[in-house]
């Protein structure tokens, strides 16, 4: 066995990979990342153009003879165009082959890459994929956009052409951008704290992140949105809807919005703060519990994490929550030192299997000093992703947590960088294998399933239902997993010391209040965990 020291895997977590990269094939649904995204990729524009990223680049995998060779390459060509398209208000008509002008909203926004393509596959089974001409509408893609900002869309077309040529997690990005840029504890100072998802035409508040600009002025999840700073926002894609919060001189921004049919205006001023991927809490009442809000394994975080424990030694804790919703991953040493806070120090966190047979396994062990060991719960839904599905589906297994919401994304793979050949300015994070828990079950597309299922008024994704070209896991496909949810759902029944005092609308973080204040329940997990499990 190795600990994470002698393990060089770099490994981001997908949407952070995705987006970073200026991935096209996510679906535009959900937008997990608002203001401060859509800011560092305007920086990321940059970056790419330093790079010296052009049409040499773009057309050697793009042209008409290759687009035509075969299906799979028919199909990644048409994604380049399709995902690029949504970048310049345009859309690929499966009927013409031509792209069109979108003036407003259209239901092509909210397709996912999955979605956006089956026309495309009945138009190769009908034998009229000839239609297209491939190298006259990268064309007109990039006559629509500045000089300065080409780049950046040929990155989007290159990286939509490997979602489906490779996989959705193969990808190129500038290099140093993630170091510099990506993988920051705090968030920009631009941020003002909202993400957004559209539910048909309706666009809500997905989620408000605590201590925010937003949250200070009384936004709140599920608010539906009508106008920001008078701009009706129903006819806009999402991308479009946070590039009107990015404006960094703009201090004030005035959201008309229906709460339970109720319309509001909230104001919200923008203090220029960093906030941290780190949120701590204390959930007070007849017993103390820790809620620890983590929105991505950044640098830095399980120092933050063990610091605020620390911290809240003298106020009695008597269970802890950790809330991984929406956490798309980020760097696994990170996870595999919050998770020795739990376990204790060199236990089996994960493992590695190449698809190359050639190179050797590894097995990943926690390298955090055990800090906590009172009662835990994990709270994760669809958009839990990468390092945050490891790190529940281990404590799980360890029998440490009840891991309580919805099926997690199912991103089980893993990516190792190397200098791009087309381009040694250019990075290409390349899917080597795949992540394995310490039973060796694999979360590639099945996900984790939690131990009590909740679901949450949102839309989800998951990687088997977003992507064309998912890869398999076939060879791990049996998980060993038991649901309990009947054992806790009858124990919470008899259970007559549950907090009857806590209230929210927030029905995935009540029903872990329940569970850590039922002591049978509690009891009955302080028993379950082995710290020799999986040695």
């Not at 017993?287 to 809000?293: D, E, F, V």
């Not at 980020?330 to 089996?348: H, P, S, T, V, Y």
């Not at 990468?386 to 589906?393: D, I, K, Q, W």
């Not at 679901?455 to 791990?476: A, D, G, M, W």
Request: hydrophobic content about 35%.
């Amino acid at each position: 066995m190795k600990s994470w020291g002698a393990f060089l895997v770099t490994a981001m977590g997908f949407l952070v990979g995705m987006i970073l990269a200026g991935v096209g094939g996510l679906s535009a649904k959900t937008s997990l990342f608002s203001s401060t995204e859509i800011t560092q990729q305007k920086k990321l524009e940059t970056y790419w153009a330093e790079a010296g990223l052009g049409e040499k680049e773009l057309f050697e995998l793009i042209s008409n003879s290759n687009c035509q060779s075969s299906e799979k390459y028919f199909l990644s060509c048409i994604n380049s165009v399709v995902q690029t398209a949504d970048d310049v208000q345009m859309m690929l008509s499966e009927e013409t082959g031509l792209l069109e002008n979108i003036s407003q909203f259209n239901p092509v926004y909210e397709k996912t890459e999955r979605e956006k393509l089956q026309a495309f596959v009945l138009m190769y089974a009908h034998q009229k994929n000839h239609q297209i001409n491939f190298e006259n509408l990268w064309a007109e893609l990039l006559s629509q956009e500045r000089s300065e900002k080409k780049s950046a869309l040929i990155a989007n077309g290159i990286n939509s052409f490997l979602s489906v040529y490779k996989d959705p997690h193969t990808y190129i990005l500038p290099n140093n951008y993630y170091e510099e840029v990506g993988s920051q504890l705090e968030r920009s100072n631009l941020f003002v704290g909202v993400s957004f998802e559209r539910i048909k035409k309706d666009i809500l508040v997905r989620k408000v992140f605590k201590n925010s600009d937003a949250d200070v002025a009384g936004l709140q999840s599920q608010d539906l949105i009508e106008e920001i700073d008078g701009i009706p926002v129903a006819d806009l894609n999402l991308q479009k809807i946070s590039q009107l919060l990015k404006i960094p001189e703009q201090k004030t921004f005035v959201f008309k919005i229906k709460r339970q049919a109720v319309a509001k205006k909230i104001t919200i001023k923008r203090r220029y703060q960093g906030l941290n991927h780190v949120q701590f809490d204390i959930l007070s009442g007849a017993r103390n519990y820790a809620l620890i809000t983590l929105t991505k394994f950044n640098r830095g975080v399980c120092a933050e994490v063990s610091k605020q424990i620390k911290s809240a030694s003298d106020k009695n804790i008597t269970g802890l929550i950790l809330d991984l919703r929406d956490n798309p991953g980020g760097q696994l040493d990170e996870a595999a030192c919050l998770a020795g806070l739990f376990i204790g120090i060199n236990k089996k966190i994960y493992s590695v299997e190449y698809f190359d047979p050639v190179k050797a396994n590894e097995v990943v062990l926690t390298t955090g000093s055990l800090l906590y060991t009172g009662p835990m719960t994990i709270l994760v839904n669809s958009s839990s992703a990468s390092a945050s599905e490891l790190f529940a589906g281990a404590l799980q297994e360890y029998k440490r947590a009840v891991v309580i919401g919805e099926k997690t994304f199912g991103k089980g793979t893993f990516q190792e960088s190397e200098i791009w050949s087309k381009n040694n300015h250019i990075t290409l994070f390349r899917t080597q294998g795949f992540y394995l828990l310490p039973s060796n079950f694999s979360t590639q597309r099945t996900g984790v399933n939690p131990d009590v299922e909740v679901s949450e008024p949102h839309v989800q994704l998951r990687e088997e239902s977003t992507y064309i070209n998912p890869i398999s896991n076939q060879k791990y496909d049996k998980s060993t997993h038991q649901k309990h949810s009947i054992f806790y759902e009858e124990n919470l029944k008899k259970c007559a010391l549950a907090r009857k005092e806590f209230t929210t609308d927030d029905l995935i973080l009540k029903k872990a209040v329940d569970i850590l204040s039922c002591r049978t329940i509690t009891s009955t997990l302080a028993n379950q965990f082995n710290r020799e499990d999986f040695n």
